[in-house]
């Protein structure tokens, strides 16, 4: 079955510091992947994405991330991160199963970043 | 550009009730998915309308349906409410057929069931 994992509920950094937030992947065939951001009582916003090509992908707010094929992961990477980053990230995968204009995305649980002074 | 905008913004209803939310797709886009965000997890697909038709389909019974219409607007009907099915509903926008391009998300519709 396709599926996504963020192993992380929270992670916690501090100001300035690199921020990681993991995400795995499970499927058949090529994986379109997506990061998307939630602020609170919000919809998502797009972050970044990979369909194909160079492995390190750059996003906005100066979120970028790492397709790594062998390892089943795209992890978002922040080289510093900020207070106003604390908010709920969300990894997803494109449902390939489909064809013809299906978009079906399938999310992680989400993690929750803290990022403190 | 306007983006997805979808109402009402919040909604309550009794268990037994329907409901209907309503989507705005981005201009340009002419796809609309709907998800289901239950709290604390991340969103589940509910069914996707291209073209005016549904062209797939998440684990949710039928008395979960929608509409796309000429403009791409879509429709979001569910009858015979129950108390899971609170939660906050979002709509998603996008272009083409290839899924190569994200998905753009209203601020959803947040719905409790009594």
């Known amino acids: 079955a396709q599926s996504v994992a963020q192993p992380e509920d929270q992670v916690n950094v501090a100001e300035g510091n690199p921020l990681t937030v993991k995400c795995t992947y499970s499927v058949s065939g090529n994986p379109y992947l997506f990061w998307y951001v939630q602020y609170p009582n919000r919809g998502l916003q797009f972050l970044l994405k990979?369909?194909?090509?160079?492995?390190l992908v750059k996003g906005s707010y100066g979120f970028e991330a790492e397709f790594n094929k062998s390892q089943t992961s795209f992890h978002l990477k922040k080289p510093s991160a900020l207070v106003s980053d604390s908010v709920l990230y969300f990894c997803?995968?494109?449902?390939?199963?489909?064809?013809?204009?299906?978009?079906?995305?399938?999310f992680g649980a989400g993690t929750r970043l803290a990022v403190h002074p | 550009e306007t983006g997805v905008t979808q109402s009402p913004t919040h909604l309550i209803k009794t268990r037994g009730q329907q409901v209907t939310l309503r989507c705005s797709s981005q201009s340009g886009h002419n796809t609309v998915s709907w998800y289901q965000q239950a709290l604390g997890q991340g969103p589940q697909f509910i069914f996707q309308y291209y073209r005016e038709e549904e062209n797939g389909r998440g684990n949710f019974p039928p008395r979960f349906s929608g509409l796309q219409f000429p403009n791409y607007s879509s429709e979001l009907n569910v009858n015979a409410l129950e108390l899971d099915d609170s939660a906050l509903y979002l709509c998603a926008s996008s272009t083409g057929t290839g899924g190569n391009q994200p998905q753009h998300f209203g601020d959803g519709t947040r719905l409790s069931i009594l």
């Open positions: 990979y369909i194909t090509g160079d492995n």
């Open positions: 997803a995968v494109r449902d390939i199963r489909f064809s013809g204009g299906y978009n079906k995305l399938i």
